[in-house]
């Protein structure tokens, strides 16, 4: 008897787990249909820093942030920052991510990521090489700056962890060392770490399009429609859009920011928030970049994309609804400018993106607490297409109900 499965989001997230479920099931009937309200890659997974981060195993939340929540809200361009007009409704979020930051949660976090870094690295190596996608990768590494001794210092335990890890690295001491990796930076960086094992796409649309067409290539198919309602019982889940019902045998829901509207019909009110992210791409011939670069405190990062420059990042905690405050993004850019002497910031374009996230950057890659037939996946912050092949992965276990290669629990829907 043939089965239907539905994975509702055509992110980046959405499209490996229909690649990966499709590629499964090819020669024995069963359909996969992918679903959208907007189309491939038209949300986040367009427009971000386009990295593997493998090498970042470290939670947003970590003992000692909270005393650095007034500035939040009295910084509306700093590095995370909180809307004032959204900090009432963020509370409970807030009230989450501060008991993640405890010490043993803290701690379990970081073990949960880790261990989801390392099984993402080695099913993105699996879907390049089933896809034919080396030509989209470039493998330059990454170059993290600090601007003074004590920045340097205080960075330590991160440097700490990837030894734990086993993450290479090599620190770098001196203009003169961080220029042999990435000249023409300013002068006033004094350290750097460089980590070889962080790799990029030379454009996330263009990757999220390639493994969308491996799709369509292996029998799956796709429909543009937006879901306004699901219903699950024991024998089906009930899809409602605009125009149609559609019925399945089993859903993934994959839609980003906008999953916890479906996962609350389901039973499952789940403490998603939005870190919107900003920033400007510039054409090419901005700036001989050789290597991603993240700037300490700053919190932003400079990307090869699409031949050009991508200056982006930073955290915004302002949900869906509120309108882009581009501000960011200019000062952003601004600071790139004198980070980067020489860099041409020009015909530029500008971008906000929804990422979304768990109190404890752990994503939720589960069954409904309620509904074996429906499987979660997102939440993944801002290393989404980081552990998007990874994920995909895991989520056709639990959808063939079988054992992972990691252990799943600290992913679980109801672990708050």
């Known amino acids: 008897m043939t089965r239907t499965v539905v994975i509702i989001g055509a992110g ?224 089906e889940v009930v899809l409602k859009t605009a125009d149609t019902t559609l019925r399945a045998d089993q859903v993934v829901v994959a839609a980003g920011a906008w999953s916890h509207h479906l996962t609350k019909r389901l039973g499952d009110p789940l403490p998603l928030e939005t870190e919107r992210g900003y920033n400007t791409t510039l054409p090419p011939g901005a700036f001989d970049l050789r290597t991603s670069l993240s700037f300490g405190k700053h919190g932003f990062v400079v990307s090869p994309i699409k031949g050009g420059v991508r200056v982006g990042g930073a955290v915004e905690l302002g949900g869906l609804e509120l309108p882009p405050n581009y501000k960011r993004a200019d000062n952003l850019l601004a600071k790139a400018s004198r980070f980067m002497p020489g860099l041409d910031i020009s015909g530029g374009t500008q971008w906000m993106g929804y990422r979304p996230s768990m109190p404890d950057s752990l994503p939720v890659i589960s069954q409904s607490r309620r509904h074996k037939n429906v499987v979660y996946a997102f939440g993944h912050g801002h290393v989404g297409l980081t552990q998007s092949a990874g994920t995909a992965e895991l989520a056709v276990d639990l959808l063939q109900g079988r054992k992972s290669l990691i252990d799943m629990a600290p992913y679980r829907a109801d672990r708050f």
């Open 12 to 235: 980046v997230i959405g499209v490996s787990t229909a690649l990966r479920l499709q590629e499964e099931l090819a020669g024995k009937g069963d359909q996969v249909v992918l679903l959208d309200r907007k189309g491939v890659a038209a949300e986040t997974s367009q427009g971000n820093a386009g990295a593997f981060a493998f090498t970042d195993v470290e939670p947003l939340a970590h003992p000692g942030i909270m005393k650095q929540a007034p500035g939040w809200l009295v910084d509306p361009l700093g590095p995370l920052s909180i809307p004032p007009s959204y900090a009432v409704k963020l509370v409970p979020w807030l009230l989450r991510f501060w008991r993640a930051s405890l010490p043993d949660r803290y701690r379990a976090s970081i073990v949960s990521q880790a261990a989801l870094m390392k099984h993402c690295e080695e099913a993105t190596e699996r879907q390049i090489a089933r896809t034919d996608g080396e030509h989209l990768i470039q493998r330059l590494g990454a170059l993290r700056l600090y601007d003074s001794e004590a920045a340097f210092r205080a960075s330590k335990h991160s440097w700490d962890l990837r030894d734990e890890y086993g993450i290479d690295y090599t620190l770098l001491h001196g203009p003169d060392e961080i220029a042999e990796i990435q000249p023409g930076l300013s002068r006033h960086f004094t350290h750097g770490g460089f980590t070889p094992g962080w790799h990029s796409t030379i454009d996330p649309k263009a990757w999220v399009e390639h493994l969308f067409a491996a799709f369509l290539q292996r029998g799956g198919r796709f429909e543009q429609a937006e879901v306004r309602d699901i219903a699950a019982s024991d024998d």
